[in-house]
């Protein structure tokens, strides 16, 4: 039986990498979630948020989250603070007019340094049965899913396995793109509980929370993706873009 050890503390410390007088752009830690999604929830993001700007909503500053990220995805977190700079950055999405870069580490070396997956994705539960309801997977049947991948190092870990650093430009946006391609690849992400080697440690979490045996099987507590770059190209010629490095953390799995 798993010995339990300390559950992952949701880190409520945020970066703020740029603030306007219309929005805020932040560097989320994992596992932070970015809004509440339960009564009871630990703080969230934009609990954070909402404290940190709370003059500038007490005089009527309304908080519009406009790229969203998973719990354990850390990263670059775009937030307007009105009604009119939402419009515009959600409409710059709308006409793919934004740029997303992400950083993740990988198990395995691809062959190709470069490579793209054009690859249909759908929920898992459409087609078949599914213990994870939120699990996507590959169908023809799906949304078009495309994303571009860069691999930017190769190294050895634990036990001399091979792992890679990779910078993912997905073009569409569709739930768990990146995590859903690279498992079709044969390259999942380190960490990742429900598109890794075994499902079950999805499930096993959320029964029992962090422990040793967890630790064992996915060897990081929280799933190695990071989105570093954001840009929006707007209609009128004009442009913002944001970066924020990997997490630290990184650094000491890498070998570094």
């Known amino acids: 039986m798993s010995t339990s050890i300390r559950q992952i503390e949701?880190?409520?410390?945020?970066?703020v990498i740029d603030e306007a007088d219309d929005y805020i752009v932040v560097d989320k830690p994992a596992p932070l979630l970015v809004h509440p999604s339960v009564p009871g929830n630990p703080p969230t993001l934009l609990d954070g948020l909402q404290g940190l700007l709370a003059y500038e909503i007490a005089n009527g500053a309304t908080l519009s989250i406009i790229n969203r990220l998973d719990r354990e995805t850390s990263g670059l977190v775009l937030v307007t603070k009105n009604p009119a700079s939402a419009r515009r950055f959600s409409t710059a999405m709308q006409e793919r007019r934004v740029k997303k870069e992400y950083l993740t580490l990988?198990?395995?070396?691809?062959?190709?340094?470069?490579?793209t997956i054009d690859q249909s994705i759908l929920r898992k539960g459409e087609i078949t049965e599914s213990p994870i309801w939120v699990k996507q997977m590959i169908h023809p049947d799906g949304n078009p899913s495309l994303t571009h991948f860069e691999v930017e190092a190769r190294f050895e870990g634990v036990g001399?396995?091979?792992f890679a650093r990779l910078?993912?430009?997905p073009v569409t946006g569709r739930l768990h793109q990146i995590r859903v391609h690279l498992a079709h690849a044969g390259h999942p992400v380190v960490g990742d509980k429900i598109y890794g080697a075994d499902e079950t440690c999805y499930l096993d979490f959320i029964e029992t929370g962090w422990t040793e045996d967890l630790h064992r099987r996915l060897l990081m507590r929280r799933h190695a993706l990071h989105s570093t770059g954001l840009r929006f190209d707007f209609a009128d010629g004009d442009a913002k873009q944001w970066?924020?490095?990997h997490p630290a953390s990184w650094d000491q799995f890498c070998g570094r």
């Open 160 to 162: 001399g396995r091979r």
């Open 10 to 15: 949701n880190d409520p410390h945020f970066v």
């Open 106 to 115: 990988v198990h395995g070396w691809p062959e190709a340094d470069a490579f």
């Open 167 to 169: 910078r993912a430009r």
């Open 243 to 245: 970066e924020a490095p």
